[in-house]
């Protein structure tokens, strides 16, 4: 993840890295009078839905934002089914990751997963290593202010060890002890169901990232809403500081 810099003039104006706070799942299913299990298992259909019509539109990483640290406060009952729907979803989507070359990557305290979701994740993540074209990025069990945490203690045992030195305190140095080490910082981040908050996710990746907020709960999500969110986002300026003249291409010189 670099320091932001504005895109090349001819670069087209699709997002490298889109980010989504996927929501709603449990409003669609009260909305038909169903269990809150089964708005969760329609949410893990559009998940399979957006991971492909993100990579149709030009995406080249999607971030899900799947399980939050906070998910854990809800029924057990709840999160014993996401953890279920979690476990059979890695297990149904492996060969396809394979065959497609979708690269799995993880973010969060992986470590506090149920062993048999960890050891999914490990297997999907070591099988898909190699794809280069298209990431799919899962953020379980993640807070963004755990990350910031995990990271600053990292950095402090560096110090200590004599790995990195306390003088260098620029953003490069930090950001390669967060989660998302080696992720491009994200250029659009979706929420879907009508909220607008970020929930506690990627508060240090989003700094200069572009918002979109749908009233389109999660399980509706389609690829025409993805589609229309990419619209939105070309139509934006991105400055990351600078003024608008400054962005436009000098004349030319006759």
């Not at 009078?33 to 492909?52: A, C, D, S």
């Not at 470590?111 to 490990?122: C, D, I, K, W």
């Amino acid at each position: 993840m670099s320091q932001a810099s504005p895109p090349p003039a001819d670069r087209a104006p699709v997002p490298h890295h889109v980010a989504i706070i996927m929501d709603g799942n449990g409003r669609w299913a009260k909305q038909r009078g169903l269990p809150r299990i089964e708005g969760h298992r329609r949410g893990v259909e559009t998940v399979r839905t957006v991971t492909y019509a993100a990579r149709d539109l030009g995406v080249r990483m999607l971030t899900l934002y799947a399980f939050s640290a906070e998910n854990w406060n809800r029924p057990q009952d709840e999160v014993g089914a996401l953890m279920g729907l979690l476990e059979l979803y890695l297990r149904k989507e492996l060969e396809t990751f394979v065959r497609d070359r979708v690269r799995l990557r993880t973010i969060g305290r992986i470590e506090g997963l149920p062993a048999g979701v960890q050891r999914l994740l490990a297997a999907t993540v070591e099988k898909t290593k190699d794809f280069a074209d298209y990431t799919l990025v899962l953020a379980l069990n993640y807070g963004s202010r755990n990350e910031i945490v995990d990271a600053a203690h990292a950095y402090a045992a560096a110090v200590a060890s004599g790995k990195a030195t306390p003088d260098d305190r620029s953003w490069e140095s930090f950001e390669r002890h967060l989660y998302t080490a080696g992720m491009p910082d994200p250029d659009l981040v979706i929420r879907t169901s009508g909220e607008t908050r970020i929930s506690n996710f990627l508060l240090l990746q989003a700094a200069y990232a572009e918002f979109v907020f749908t009233p389109v709960l999660w399980p509706d999500f389609s690829k025409a809403d993805l589609s229309s969110a990419i619209a939105d986002y070309a139509r934006r300026e991105r400055r990351y500081g600078q003024t608008s003249e400054q962005l436009k291409p000098a004349a030319a010189t006759p």
